[in-house]
């Protein structure tokens, strides 16, 4: 049994998804459902005995606390969080809520339910907190990609948030011991990603025939790894890791955003073109750059890759094929969870402000 965090969220979801369909080892799943968390990534796992959906705050002490003493979990995965940037500039309180206070109130959970196992089982015990490589700062074009020993220089209230947490996990491994595992990776790609993201906002907003927002010139640069092979690697990092270490995990794909909106719109051409006969790049339209925003990320991943034996199965070539024809396969998911808070966030980013 593992007890995940978050697992209605988009990565959390494939996670689990993921895992149920290699391991009968059951997963129990803390999650808020936000506006970023949809039961419906989980449809297919209805009336399954080895999930266990459990709607709830993992700042809620007692009832972390009551999951693990009923669960008896040999790990905790960590993916709840705020997670998108943009927010985190409009309204930072959430992001310090539960990605600062609500890891801290699930390390004291886990910690007090570790110290209390039995030896075997407390030796076994692992806690694996996901994390993001935005920790870093930004890199110089010329710079070398960021390993695990870089300083953490985050800028936005996102990141900061995150390595706060990812510093509280440190210490808890530090000060009390616990078994904590953190990795640290870029940005993720593929099916469930709420479409206030980069590439499903792109096909979203292209197949509804709406301008495409690229930020600023366009021009900054991020490593791009397919959500599957992120899952991979953190039931590798579970498996094997070593105690207190830290995994960057990365796709070695560096891209201009402006050339991912390229991508999509050749692939959006091919696969379901435009009425029109007309390209989707003409939709493309540039607006007001992001405050603060990082410039370059990039991961060196050479550490997983050498220790632990993992290696990404998708090249961006695949794996941004498969995640548009997901978004084509799957118009009433978008439909759905393009209505309510998603409305409503969408108005405050681009007509609001
Ligand atoms: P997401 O926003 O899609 O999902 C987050 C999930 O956490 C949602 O289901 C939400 O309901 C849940 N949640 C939020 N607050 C909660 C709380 N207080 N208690 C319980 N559940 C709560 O995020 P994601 O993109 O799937 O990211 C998952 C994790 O991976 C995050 O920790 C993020 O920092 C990290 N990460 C993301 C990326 C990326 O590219 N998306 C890259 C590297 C690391």
């Not at 092979?229 to 201009?256: F, M």
Request: charged share 25%; hydrophobic share 40%.
């Amino acid at each position: 049994m593992i007890l995940v965090t978050g697992g209605a969220g988009f990565i959390g979801a494939n996670f689990v998804l993921d895992w149920l369909a290699q391991s009968q080892e059951p997963i129990v799943n803390l999650d808020k459902l936000t506006y970023a968390g949809n039961r419906e990534n989980l449809a297919e796992l209805e009336g399954d005995a080895r999930h266990a959906f459990v709607r709830g705050d993992i700042g809620d002490s007692a009832l972390v606390a009551a999951l693990l003493a009923r669960h008896r979990p040999r790990a905790i995965v960590h993916f709840a969080a705020e997670s998108h940037v943009d927010r985190s500039i409009l309204g930072p309180e959430e992001f310090i809520q539960t990605n600062v206070i609500g890891t801290f109130r699930l390390l004291e959970a886990a910690r007090h339910y570790w110290q209390a196992l039995p030896a075997p089982e407390k030796a076994a015990f692992r806690f694996l907190h996901v994390s993001t490589d935005e920790v870093y700062g930004t890199l110089a074009s010329d710079a070398p990609a960021f390993s695990e020993t870089n300083a953490y220089e985050p800028n936005s209230p996102y990141s900061a948030s995150k390595a706060a947490s990812d510093h509280l996990v440190r210490a808890w491994a530090h000060t009390y011991g616990l078994p904590v595992l953190t990795t640290n990776c870029s940005n993720n790609y593929g099916p469930y990603h709420f479409p206030e993201k980069l590439i499903p906002l792109m096909i979203v907003n292209a197949l509804a025939g709406k301008t495409l927002p690229v930020y600023g010139d366009g021009q900054q640069v991020r490593d791009w790894l397919y959500v599957k092979d992120h899952c991979s690697a953190i039931r590798r990092v579970l498996e094997a890791g070593a105690p207190g270490q830290t995994y960057n995990v990365g796709g070695c794909n560096e891209r201009a955003n402006i050339d991912i909106v390229r991508t999509v719109c050749a692939l959006l051409d091919e696969l379901r073109p435009r009425a029109d006969g007309q390209r989707y790049a003409a939709q493309i339209g540039f607006v007001k750059d992001r405050p603060g925003h990082d410039r370059r990320y990039a991961i060196d991943a050479r550490k997983i890759e050498r220790e632990l034996g993992w290696r990404p199965a998708e090249t961006f070539e695949t794996g941004i094929r498969k995640t548009v024809q997901w978004y084509l396969d799957h118009p009433d998911w978008v439909a759905r969870v393009q209505s309510g808070a998603y409305r409503e966030w969408v108005h405050k980013q681009y007509v609001e402000s």
